[in-house]
């Protein structure tokens, strides 16, 4: 049995690697489509990677270990934090392992080193974006931290499994707190996943840019995994959005047939947050940075009145 | 409808109302604060609405119905009318910086819960963990009218206030009596003309809203 369950595990990871690409396709693709533009498909990220994997590592002379280790420890702890969130079953081996606070430090770690990396070369723009990523970050984390602690105040637990199961598995009651919970989510989604109104996913050499600023110098093998990593995050923070906010449909036992329909299920709603995403993006317009303090902000302000709301009303 | 799918409703109008009352306070353009002023009115409009069908108070749809009518259309009506009037386009300047305003926002609304608290313990209706809401909405309308130097967005932050007051009267005591709403609604009505008539002699005295301009009330300077 616990065979099983790992084979189970194995399968999300592997679910998380192969799919991860073809959701960023996907936003790609219908981004492309609104916009009026001409689009590659949803595998074009596949084709981009396996090029990127043939292709030559160039290093600057004065790179140090900490800029050649940095693609390997994003690429593992993205797969690591695969493993916790429950997508497809929430009997996983794994996922008892760490807690949403767990999580949030695991996502501190890339960024850490991202930003370590970033300054490692020692040109102007890697600095620059650790800069900003690091201010970014410095805002995100406590309205995310907020968002997650109204979410588990609901569940009464912090660990994932557990808050899914009672949201799926337990009485249906309209709170208020989950929907300032949800709106706080999607503002800070958008910021980690370095999305529209903070940062531009599809920019280069451009002085706005802010994650692909430290990353500029990276190539060849390098660069196609924390592109994959990349991927992997926006997939990671959707579904753990879908996991903890509309989980109906997430298998509590690891049967095979529900696991199928489960994945199904997962498939639709991500093939919807997808063109809200997009949605979103096309909508707005990138903000000036030092507006950004405001709109963290309100994600804060959000988080704090769910909290509160919960203490309040429910 | 059962009694408690109501409650939650309203404890979901509730905490649209407080959201709301943030939104007045943050938002920098003076339209959009109009907008959310209407929607505040809009949500208080259906809470009362589903207080008075729970509790069988039929009072309770007269006053949603004035809400509706007043707070909805025709006060976000002549505050339009005013500043299409009177031209008012640029964004409103606060005095202390928006992040700062909605912490202490936060502050205000952990300090109505502890003050409401003693209160909710005490009661037995179905709407009284809104009035910590409530208090919160008249603390931010006060707040609001403290940071923002406009005189349209004070009166907005006043009219939010007026909101909060109602809401508090809906939660604490199923409604206030029927003749004092309707005076309540008539004063709000007559204000409004007053406001309008104030900002037109403010404008053309000072040539802007600015009430900063009103303490220079000496000549020569």
Same mark, same amino acid.
């Given at each position: 049995?616990?065979?099983?369950?790992?084979?189970?595990?194995?399968?999300?990871?592997?679910?998380?690697?192969?799919?991860?690409?073809?959701?960023?396709?996907?936003?790609?693709? +219908?981004?492309?489509?609104?916009?009026?533009?001409?689009?590659?498909?949803?595998?074009?990220?596949y084709?981009?990677?396996?090029?990127l $994997?043939?292709?030559? +590592?160039?290093?600057?002379?004065?790179?140090?270990?900490?800029?050649?280790?940095?693609?390997?420890?994003?690429?593992?702890?993205? +797969?690591?934090?695969?493993?916790i969130?429950?997508?497809?079953?929430?009997?996983?081996?794994f996922?008892?392992?760490?807690?949403?606070?767990?999580? =949030?430090?695991l996502?501190?770690?890339?960024?850490?080193?991202?930003?370590?990396?970033?300054?490692?070369?020692?040109?102007?723009?890697?600095?620059?974006g650790s800069?900003?990523?690091?201010?970014?970050?410095?805002?995100?984390?406590?309205?995310?931290?907020?968002?997650?602690?109204?979410?588990?105040?609901?569940?009464?637990?912090?660990?994932?499994?557990?808050? +899914? *199961?009672?949201?799926?598995?337990?009485?249906?009651?309209?709170?208020?707190?989950?929907?300032?919970?949800?709106?706080?989510?999607?503002?800070?989604h958008?910021?980690?996943?370095?999305?529209?109104?903070?940062?531009?996913?599809?920019?280069?050499?451009?002085?706005t840019?802010i994650?692909?600023?430290?990353?500029?110098?990276?190539?060849?093998?390098?660069?196609a995994?924390?592109?994959?990593?990349? *991927?992997?995050?926006?997939?990671?923070?959707?579904?753990l959005?879908?996991?903890? $906010?509309?989980?109906?449909?997430?298998?509590?036992?690891?049967?095979?047939?529900?696991?199928?329909?489960?994945g199904?299920?997962?498939?639709?709603?991500?093939? =919807?947050?997808?063109?809200?995403?997009?949605?979103?993006?096309?909508?707005?317009?990138?903000?000036?940075?030092?507006?950004?303090t405001?709109?963290?902000?309100?994600?804060?302000?959000?988080?704090?009145?769910?909290?509160?709301?919960?203490?309040?009303?429910? | 409808? #059962?009694?408690?799918?109501?409650?939650?409703?309203?404890?979901?109008?509730?905490?649209?109302?407080l959201?709301t009352?943030f939104?007045?306070?943050?938002?920098?353009?003076? /339209?959009?604060?109009?907008?959310?002023?209407?929607?505040?009115?809009?949500?208080?409009?259906? #809470?009362?609405?589903?207080v008075?069908?729970?509790?069988?108070?039929?009072?309770?749809?007269?006053?949603?119905?004035?809400?509706?009518?007043?707070?909805?259309?025709?006060?976000?009506?002549?505050?339009?009318?005013?500043?299409?009037k009177?031209?008012?386009?640029?964004?409103i300047?606060?005095?202390?910086?928006?992040?700062?305003?909605?912490?202490?926002?936060?502050?205000?609304?952990i &300090?109505?819960?502890?003050?409401t608290?003693?209160?909710?313990?005490? #009661?037995?209706?179905?709407?009284?963990?809104?009035?910590?809401?409530?208090?919160?909405?008249v603390?931010?309308?006060?707040?609001?009218?403290?940071t923002?130097?406009?005189?349209?967005?004070?009166i907005?932050?006043?009219?939010?206030?007026?909101n909060?007051?109602? &809401?508090?009267?809906?939660?604490?005591?199923?409604?206030?009596?029927?003749?004092?709403e309707?005076?309540v609604?008539?004063? /709000? /009505?007559?204000?409004?003309?007053? &406001?309008?008539?104030?900002?037109?002699?403010?404008?053309?005295?000072?040539?802007? /809203?600015?009430?900063?301009?009103?303490?220079?009330?000496?000549?020569?300077d």
């Amino acid at each position: 049995m616990i065979v099983y369950s790992f084979a189970i595990e194995a399968l999300q990871l592997l679910l998380l690697l192969l799919a991860a690409p073809a959701f960023a396709g996907w936003v790609r693709t +219908v981004k492309c489509r609104m916009q009026g533009r001409s689009y590659a498909g949803i595998f074009q990220p596949y084709r981009d990677i396996a090029r990127l $994997f043939t292709k030559e +590592v160039i290093l600057a002379e004065n790179a140090s270990w900490i800029f050649r280790f940095t693609p390997y420890l994003v690429f593992g702890v993205t +797969v690591m934090i695969g493993g916790i969130v429950p997508f497809i079953s929430t009997d996983l081996p794994f996922a008892a392992t760490a807690d949403v606070i767990a999580l =949030v430090m695991l996502f501190a770690i890339i960024r850490f080193f991202t930003a370590l990396a970033g300054m490692d070369i020692g040109t102007a723009f890697g600095g620059m974006g650790s800069s900003r990523e690091m201010m970014i970050a410095s805002l995100a984390e406590p309205a995310m931290l907020m968002a997650i602690f109204t979410v588990s105040l609901a569940g009464n637990s912090t660990s994932l499994t557990r808050m +899914v *199961q009672v949201m799926a598995h337990g009485e249906f009651v309209i709170r208020p707190s989950l929907a300032f919970a949800l709106l706080a989510y999607i503002m800070v989604h958008l910021t980690e996943t370095g999305r529209i109104p903070v940062d531009n996913p599809s920019t280069h050499l451009e002085l706005t840019m802010i994650h692909e600023a430290m990353i500029l110098e990276y190539s060849g093998r390098h660069l196609a995994l924390i592109e994959w990593a990349g *991927q992997m995050k926006l997939f990671i923070f959707s579904t753990l959005g879908i996991a903890v $906010f509309c989980p109906w449909g997430i298998p509590a036992s690891n049967d095979l047939l529900a696991i199928i329909g489960g994945g199904a299920l997962l498939a639709v709603k991500l093939a =919807v947050l997808g063109v809200i995403l997009v949605l979103i993006e096309t909508g707005m317009a990138k903000m000036r940075l030092f507006r950004l303090t405001e709109y963290l902000g309100s994600a804060f302000l959000l988080a704090t009145l769910g909290m509160l709301s919960f203490f309040i009303l429910e | 409808m #059962s009694l408690t799918l109501a409650a939650q409703i309203n404890s979901v109008m509730a905490a649209l109302i407080l959201l709301t009352a943030f939104g007045l306070l943050v938002q920098r353009r003076i /339209l959009a604060l109009l907008h959310l002023f209407a929607w505040q009115g809009f949500f208080l409009c259906v #809470s009362t609405a589903i207080v008075g069908y729970v509790t069988g108070e039929h009072h309770l749809f007269i006053s949603s119905l004035l809400t509706l009518t007043l707070k909805v259309i025709v006060l976000p009506y002549i505050l339009y009318a005013l500043i299409h009037k009177l031209k008012i386009r640029k964004e409103i300047e606060t005095l202390v910086n928006i992040p700062m305003t909605m912490l202490i926002g936060i502050g205000l609304v952990i &300090f109505s819960y502890h003050l409401t608290a003693p209160i909710t313990q005490l #009661s037995t209706l179905m709407t009284r963990a809104t009035l910590a809401v409530a208090l919160a909405t008249v603390m931010l309308g006060l707040l609001m009218m403290v940071t923002r130097r406009h005189a349209v967005t004070q009166i907005i932050g006043f009219l939010a206030l007026e909101n909060g007051l109602f &809401f508090a009267a809906t939660s604490a005591t199923y409604g206030m009596p029927m003749v004092v709403e309707l005076g309540v609604a008539l004063d /709000l /009505l007559i204000a409004a003309f007053i &406001f309008g008539i104030f900002f037109f002699h403010i404008s053309t005295t000072f040539d802007s /809203l600015d009430v900063d301009q009103m303490a220079r009330l000496k000549e020569g300077d």
